[in-house]
């Protein structure tokens, strides 16, 4: 009796020393790229700031970019990063990754957005359960009492029996059964979840397809980014002038005008969006943009000999631009841009001789524009644009040995479509049209009169276009 009473102490003696708690992983969370309300990056952080102890992002980034070796300094094991990406079929889906000692993710995946802009209920389910999984679990919660069944009460006995000694045996006791290992129920109890158990395998596998299908992922997979780094245009341009005059008394034929057809020109474009390597806000938008095109083969026939001149028209644009996305959830797209721009129009003298009466077209000034994109569906979206164009240098009609003074401005337009083409191509096919307006001021010795002048060019340009 002694010794079941031995075991039945020592027992208890086990179950009150009180278990330490394990301490809880640390993790941080990262800003949702694109989540502009910072809606889903909050249901993040209440589905895993309770399991886990949370560690601001900001403690381990050094000039903006993450630092592993602050995230090994700080004792994090895994960092959460994630990416708002719209599918071309409408609707959203958060692609999240897992870090850890890399950017290299250790795991990733797609959850589709409510109508709402949030995750479900499952999908938070799920994400929780896999990075508990993978970081080793979250906190544990200390082993209780409560929860191991206490052994029954020792038989009671006599108060003087239990201070006599016991009498040896006659013949000695049968071997007692081997006593039930004591930390066995506290091990292999299933501890409680702090998240409903995982959607079925069935129902992840049918919805990836979907998610596969809307978007792409980055290499090694990385969540893809909302905004490109850089954009590259190539192709043709195609475009007819007419240029008139305004105000001429009958009778006065020292000014020519000037009409062509088609001039045709390989065209170039190139877009680059430094501020989405740093921010993925509103401010990601942010970038510099250049445009350039150059005739090929052009020629002007002088009406009086019939000779034909080597011609030549050129436009350069360069400067700033702001690609907004009023709504996160759709590709629509503001873009304002301010540049400058430069546009020269020249024919070559023969043998030292200009055509009489025909001025070239030398401008240069700075222009304030804005465009749009609507999409259209998963694949086309309509491209639109207008412009103003205020030109600070206007040769050779003004200060060019025409007239002794003037201005000009110019509006400008186009409107087309983009057409995605799979990956990174989608092809652009827009009409343009450009109209300087000249004013005038007499020309002292009468040997050019005119008060204005209008040199327009009407056509259109295809480009096709690649995203990085």
Not at 121 to 130: C, F, K, M, Q
Request: aromatic share 6%.
């Amino acid at each position: 009796m002694r010794s079941h009473l031995h075991i039945a102490a020592a027992l208890l003696a086990m179950l009150a020393v009180p278990v330490p708690a394990v301490a809880a992983p640390r993790i941080s969370i990262a800003p949702v790229r694109g989540d502009a309300r910072a809606v889903v990056t909050k249901q993040l952080g209440s589905a895993l700031c309770g399991a886990f102890e949370c560690v601001p992002v900001s403690k381990l980034r050094t000039r903006g970019r993450l630092d592993f070796a602050k995230v090994r300094a700080q004792k994090v094991t895994g960092i959460v990063a994630g990416t708002l990406v719209t599918k071309r079929a409408g609707g959203q889906v958060l692609e999240l990754a897992l870090l850890t000692r890399s950017l290299t993710p250790v795991w990733g995946r797609s959850y589709p957005l409510t109508g709402k802009g949030t995750l479900s209920r499952d999908s938070v389910a799920d994400l929780a359960a896999e990075v508990d999984s993978r970081l080793g679990g979250g906190a544990r919660p200390p082993a209780a009492p409560a929860l191991v069944e206490p052994p029954p009460p020792a038989p009671s006995a006599p108060p003087p029996a239990l201070a006599e000694p016991l009498p040896a045996p006659a013949v000695p006791p049968p071997a007692p059964a081997a006593p039930p290992p004591v930390p066995a129920p506290v091990e292999t109890m299933p501890e409680p979840q702090p998240v409903a158990p995982p959607p079925p395998a069935a129902e992840r596998a049918a919805r990836a397809p979907a998610v596969a299908r809307g978007e792409t992922r980055a290499s090694g997979g990385e969540p893809a980014k909302a905004l490109p780094v850089a954009a590259v245009e190539a192709g043709g341009h195609v475009t007819q002038r007419k240029l008139s005059y305004e105000g001429v008394p009958s009778g006065t034929s020292a000014l020519r005008g000037f009409e062509a057809n088609v001039i045709a020109s390989p065209r170039f474009h190139l877009e680059f969006y430094p501020a989405s390597l740093l921010t993925a806000g509103v401010f990601a938008g942010i970038g510099l943009f250049a445009d350039y095109g150059l005739s090929v083969g052009l020629k002007t026939k002088d009406p009086s000999s019939g000779a034909e001149h080597s011609t030549s028209f050129t436009r350069l644009g360069a400067g700033l631009l702001w690609s907004i996305r009023p709504m996160s959830s759709s590709r629509f797209a503001l873009v304002p841009a301010v540049s400058f721009q430069a546009l020269k129009f020249k024919v070559d003298p023969l043998a030292g001789v200009p055509i009489a009466g025909l001025p070239d077209a030398n401008l240069s000034g700075v222009k304030a524009g804005m465009g749009a994109e609507i999409p259209l569906g998963d694949a086309v979206s309509i491209l639109v644009g207008v412009g103003y164009v205020k030109w600070t240098t206007a040769k050779d009609l003004v200060d060019g040995g025409f007239f002794p003074g003037g201005s000009a401005y110019a509006l400008e337009g186009e409107a087309g479509f983009s057409v995605a083409l799979g990956g990174l191509l989608s092809l652009r096919i827009l009409g343009e049209y450009s109209g300087t307006k000249y004013s005038l001021e007499p020309d002292p010795s009468g040997t050019y009169q005119a008060t204005g002048a209008t040199d327009r060019y009407l056509g259109g340009r295809a480009m096709l276009r690649a995203e990085f």
